[in-house]
């Protein structure tokens, strides 16, 4: 059972006081000033950045979640930049097991808001990336628009993302993907679709 109990997707035993503290931390970094990196990583971070687009963009769900670390967050906060997501509502604060639900859910037949499918284009622009303060992680911050179309429904989303990426290997893995729409604290139509 113990051993269960460390399967991300099954149990979010990793959410606790401890990760919020980190994610405290993490929002915090996000203003500090830090040292940048050289040309190389910069490009391999703007190609993580373009290949999970694309994958939103052509529905890859699956494959998009295997960019993700384990023990990651998918998170939208309400309050514009981040706020406090131990006391205030979000747009999603997704955990891994979360994610697959979100995954399983948007294949279903029971998403009504998405039938028929959304069809998603989204560009990135303005990357910045830095060393972050735990060694092996990168922060990214970006640029983003999505745009979001249905028979009879078209809408735009603009916003920045900042991404925290971990060293695996000779990969980067997104530990946390933090999407901060430009209207988040706004009323909206079904967020339906993933940022």
Known sequence: MAAELNDPSRYSTYVDPEFYAALARHTAELDEPAAPVDAATRDACAALLYREARLLDEGRLEDWLELFVPECLYWMPMTPGGGEPTTEVTLAFDDRRRL???????????IWSQIPRSRTRRSITNIEVV?????????????FVVHDVRPGYHATFPGWTAHRLRAEGDSWLIAIKQVNLLDSDQAHQNLSIIF
């Open 131 to 143: 060393q972050a303060q735990a060694p092996g992680e990168l922060l990214v911050r970006s640029n």
């Open 100 to 110: 697959e639900d979100r995954i399983a859910w948007l294949r279903s037949a029971y």
